[in-house]
C-alpha cells in the first residue's frame, strides 16, 4: 500500500508518504513545515515524493487530517484529496486529528487519563479524552466544546492535558502537534474509504448564516 497523508489542521503543517511491503513496518518520507499561510502544500507533497522515489499515480490511498483545528488548513488538506480522486480515483480516508494526537501521546505517556485539548477559539476548546494502557490510546470522552475553568478543572483532577500550543492555556500540559506520519499510520489500520464529498472536517459548533434583508424600493421622503 502506499498511502499519501495530509496534516494541515494546525500552525505545523505535515505531508507524508508512506509506503508497506508484505506487513512489514512502513518505510516514511515526511516533510513538516511551519508558518501558517507561508506553507505551500504542493511543494510538500513533491519534496515528499521524490524523497519516497514515487510517482504521483503510484498513490493507492490518501489519508487526512480532519480536525478539529484549523478549518482553513482542513478545507485545503480536502480539496487536495478530492482532486487526487478525481485525478486518478485513489480512495480516500478521514482520520481524527484527536486520534492521532493521542496515538502520538500514548507512546511517550506510560498508562493512565491523557485529554486531547485544541483551541477552538471563542474562549473555548475542544477536547477528547483517552485512557492510556501499554502505548495505546482509547477513547473514554468523545469529542466536545469546554471551557478554560472547565480544562482547568480537569487538570486539577490530574489528568494530563496535550495538544498544539496548550502551555499557553496550561502550563504543565504536553506540546503535541498532529503529525501526517501518524495519519498515515492511522490510515493503515482501517479500510472505511469514502468519496471525496463525504470529506468534511470535523467542527463541533453549528455553522449559522444571517441572511441579509430584502433591498427595499421606494419613493423617497421629501422633508
Request: aromatic residues 6%; hydrophobic residues 40%.
Amino acid at each position: 500500500m502506499k498511502i499519501l497523508a495530509l496534516e494541515f489542521s494546525s500552525a505545523q503543517r505535515s505531508v507524508a508518504v508512506l509506503q508497506t511491503i508484505l506487513g512489514a513496518q512502513p518505510s516514511v518520507s515526511e516533510i513538516v513545515e511551519t508558518g501558517g499561510r507561508t506553507v505551500k502544500p504542493i511543494r510538500m507533497i513533491e519534496t515528499a515524493l521524490n524523497q519516497a522515489k514515487l510517482e504521483r499515480e503510484q498513490i493507492e490511498c490518501v489519508a487526512v487530517g480532519l480536525g478539529p483545528g484549523s478549518y482553513n488548513g482542513i478545507r485545503i488538506a480536502i480539496a487536495l484529496a478530492q482532486g487526487w480522486q478525481l485525478a486518478s480515483n485513489v480512495r480516500l480516508l478521514g482520520i481524527s486529528t484527536a486520534e492521532a494526537i493521542a496515538t502520538d501521546a500514548a507512546s511517550a505517556v506510560g498508562g493512565g487519563r491523557l485529554d486531547v485539548v485544541i483551541d477552538a477559539q471563542r474562549a473555548e476548546f475542544y477536547l477528547a479524552g483517552y485512557q492510556i494502557t501499554h502505548g495505546k490510546a482509547v477513547e473514554t470522552d468523545k469529542l466536545k466544546l469546554i471551557s478554560l475553568s472547565d480544562l482547568q478543572l480537569r487538570e486539577q483532577q490530574g489528568i494530563l492535558a496535550v495538544g498544539p500550543e496548550i502551555n499557553q492555556w496550561i502550563p504543565t500540559g504536553k506540546v503535541v502537534f498532529p503529525r501526517a506520519e501518524t495519519i498515515g499510520k492511522l490510515g493503515l489500520t482501517k479500510q472505511d474509504y469514502v468519496p471525496g464529498e463525504q470529506l468534511t472536517p470535523i467542527y463541533l459548533r453549528e455553522t449559522t448564516f444571517i441572511k441579509a434583508p430584502p433591498p427595499r424600493f421606494g419613493s423617497a421622503s421629501h422633508c
